[in-house]
């Protein structure tokens, strides 16, 4: 908001007659106006008294004063869509909010995900929070429970936008489990699946790789069909995250987790094992490894490979072909390869079913001038057309009512069937994350960061599937024992 400082000028000289008059002050007022100023200055007079003349000096303290009735209103908007074409769009987007109301001044300042946390606990250390932060659902959870999210705000702009045009899952996501209200507002995301070779199935009669009886019994029939060496490729890098996203989903479809609801470590359940089981078992019939995203994405390409897991990222590279490191582009080997290509975002298990993937959400901070309740509601509106057309593929709608229009965002849509898309639009109803589980407290959802950083999942499939020098049972006992010593590490902080 804008300040006024007010500076009263005096004469740091005056000469005065001494008669039998008192001595007189000239003073000269100045206004000066100038944005965002904090603190603003009123100059005070002192007398010193001389034998021939009086002197004033100026004395400088700080003063509050009130902002002028008619000025903008300033919203704050960190936005992790930070680069640059993306940044132009929110502006733009942003012009044409402020067009329809005048009193706002909307402003973007684009962040990266990682520093996040970071930069919001300065800005609280200095009481200056911003109003509004795009950020990933990870982190609602941790803030909620500081008490710097405004969960009013957040229900209000859900209300406003239509609380039933919303899906269910990004809702149930963004709940929180203390207060049972909404923490923040769902945006977009994406979904991770299998993709397979849908051509093949069909011919083969084989159920969509959903169930893990169907999984594996499709990964065994699709070796030495037509071209295909392997029925997929699985994430064994030691050093490659894929593995983890890949593990989790299996995991959480069999009801395996890191924590219980008492906080206790649970890496060598029954059901963390039986998930390592039969995750190991699948490289019997996949891509010898070790493997990552990028192999996997190539052999399915190049028709080596049925099943691929990705996220909805790789629409456009399973129709361009994708780059290569020199700068080429892979020959696709199959034809018309996204038409042929079904989609299967959840996976079902012994003990439980789920899909995995992203949410993107708009986090409204405590403090927050009121107004930023209109921009949330404008960018999940009039603006949310242009956000999801920034990256189709990554961009998945929380909103009911965006879908259809999202399925004509990109050219590239038009390679796939409106069942695929329908699906890739449903895929929020089962997502999960070892991250979301609502009632895991800030510690355990830091120590889930570090079984993913510290690769703890790549290790252990490795080490089972590609060295053989664990089995399940051993490796769910690794884990045990390294899970129990990171959340130890992290208490003692």
């Excluded at 100026?58 to 902002?67: M, N, S």
């Excluded at 070796?223 to 890098?237: A, H, M, P, R």
């Excluded at 099943?307 to 034809?335: K, P």
């Amino acid at each position: 908001m804008k300040k006024v400082l007010f500076l009263t000028l005096a004469a740091l000289s005056i000469i005065l007659i001494l008669a039998a008059c008192q001595p007189e002050t000239v003073e000269v007022t100045r206004v000066v106006t100038e944005t965002e100023v904090q603190e603003v200055t009123r100059v005070v007079t002192e007398v010193v008294e001389g034998e021939a003349m009086e002197v004033t000096r100026v004395i400088t303290e700080v003063v509050e004063v009130p902002a002028e009735e008619g000025d903008k209103t300033v919203i704050n908007f960190w936005s992790t869509d930070n680069e640059a074409e993306r940044v132009e769009v929110y502006e733009d987007i942003a012009a044409r909010f402020m067009a329809e109301n005048p009193d706002i001044d909307l402003r973007i300042l684009p962040i990266t995900e990682a520093e996040v946390s970071q930069r919001i606990a300065t800005a609280q250390g200095a009481n200056r929070l911003p109003d509004i932060v795009r950020m990933g659902i990870e982190r609602v959870a941790a803030f909620s429970a500081e008490g710097i999210l405004d969960q009013d705000a957040a229900a209000a702009v859900i209300a406003a936008v239509g609380e039933d045009d919303f899906r269910t899952g990004p809702l149930a996501m963004v709940t929180d489990a203390a207060t049972g209200n909404y923490a923040a507002v769902p945006f977009d995301g994406w979904i991770q699946a299998i993709w397979y070779r849908q051509d093949l199935y069909d011919q083969l009669g084989l159920e969509p790789p959903i169930t893990w009886q169907a999984i594996q019994a499709s990964c065994e029939a699709l070796v030495g069909e037509g071209n295909l060496l392997y029925g997929i490729t699985l994430g064994t890098d030691p050093g490659q995250n894929y593995g983890h996203q890949v593990f989790e989903q299996v995991a959480i479809s069999n009801n395996a987790w890191p924590f219980d609801e008492d906080g206790n470590v649970t890496m060598d359940t029954p059901e963390m094992i039986e998930a390592l089981q039969f995750y190991t078992d699948l490289q019997n019939c996949a891509a010898p490894g070790p493997q990552y995203w990028q192999g996997a994405r190539e052999l399915y390409q190049l028709d080596q490979s049925g099943m691929l897991f990705y996220s909805t990222y790789i629409m456009d590279d399973l129709v361009d072909g994708s780059g290569l490191a020199d700068g080429g582009q892979i020959e696709i080997a199959v034809d018309e390869l996204a038409a042929n290509t079904g989609f299967a975002s959840e996976m079902v298990g012994p003990n439980g079913s789920a899909s995995y993937g992203q949410l993107v959400t708009m986090a409204i901070m405590q403090g927050a001038d009121p107004a930023a309740q209109k921009v949330v509601e404008f960018f999940l509106t009039e603006g949310y057309a242009d956000v999801l057309g920034l990256a189709p593929f990554g961009k998945v709608p929380v909103l009911e009512s965006a879908v259809e229009p999202w399925k004509n965002s990109s050219e590239y849509f038009a390679n796939y069937s409106d069942e695929t898309l329908e699906q890739i639009a449903n895929g929020y109803d089962t997502m999960q994350r070892w991250l979301f589980r609502p009632d895991y407290d800030a510690t355990e959802r830091a120590v889930v960061g570090d079984i993913e950083g510290r690769l703890l999942i790549p290790t252990v499939i490795s080490n089972i599937a590609l060295e053989g020098t664990m089995t399940p049972e051993t490796g769910a006992a690794f884990l045990q024992e390294q899970v129990e010593a990171l959340l130890a590490e992290r208490t003692s902080e």
